[in-house]
């Protein structure tokens, strides 16, 4: 079946510091890939999405590409703050036989952002 | 445009008791997935409801169970709490569109079961 593997947390960065999540999958078909966001206490925020190979999503700064021949999903972000701090979860989404879709997700990776 | 919500917030049940989740969609979302997020199992998808019906269910026993209303708002049932039942529980709505459709979260319901 589907499946996520991302890079095991917490990441501990300094503000202005490059961020890398590393995000990647395993699909049958021909997946969705996502990054969403959980600041404590919330639910899940959409970060960005990419619907086919070589897509790049972006959003806030952060960017991920689809990479096909890779079946990856890196997370990146140039200069990250100190807002930033969450919990990052890769997630691919395949259209399932009966039609709608469903979400895989990765374990989640915790990023803290400190001055 | 409003998001996604959820009721009640917060939930203390014991073992053994039923209990009822509520979630409203994003207007003119047709589609209302369910998940459930602990710190040992990650994020599991319980099941989705599309126009009054489920559509698919993921890999949870019979006591966990959900309904969609003719206003697309969806609620979910748990029977016979159990203590691993603590959890999470996270709705989300999208369009319903054939093909891959972007899903969109509500803030959770945190049941804790003692």
């Known amino acids: 079946g589907d499946s996520v593997t991302q890079m095991e947390g917490p990441v501990t960065l300094s503000e202005e510091a490059f961020l890398t999540i590393n995000c990647t999958y395993t699909a049958t078909g021909y997946p969705s890939l996502f990054w969403y966001v959980q600041y404590p206490g919330e639910g899940l925020q959409l970060l960005l999405k990419a619907t086919k190979a070589d897509d790049k999503g972006s959003n806030k700064g952060f960017e991920a590409t689809y990479r096909k021949e890779t079946t990856s999903f890196h997370l990146e972000k140039g200069s990250v703050q100190v807002s930033d701090s969450a919990v990052y979860f890769c997630?691919?989404?395949?259209?399932?036989?009966?039609?709608?879709?469903?979400?895989?997700f990765g374990t989640g990776t915790q990023l803290k952002v400190e001055l | 445009k409003a998001g996604v919500t959820q009721t009640p917030r917060y939930l203390i049940k014991t073992r053994g008791q039923q209990v009822t989740l509520s979630c409203s969609p994003i207007?003119?979302?047709?589609?209302v997935s369910w998940y459930q997020q602990t710190p040992g199992q990650g994020l599991q998808f319980l099941f989705e409801y599309f126009s009054e019906t489920q559509r698919n269910k993921g890999n949870f026993p019979g006591r966990f169970s959900g309904r969609q209303f003719s206003n697309s708002r969806s609620e979910m049932n748990v029977s016979t709490l159990e203590l691993g039942d603590s959890a999470l529980y996270l709705c989300?709505?999208?369009?319903?569109?054939?093909?891959?459709?972007?899903?969109?979260f509500g803030p959770g319901t945190r049941l804790t079961v003692l």
């Open positions: 989300a709505s999208s369009l319903g569109a054939a093909g891959v459709d972007t899903q969109y």
């Open positions: 997630a691919l989404s395949d259209i399932l036989t009966g039609g709608g879709n469903k979400l895989t």
């Open positions: 207007s003119g979302h047709r589609s």
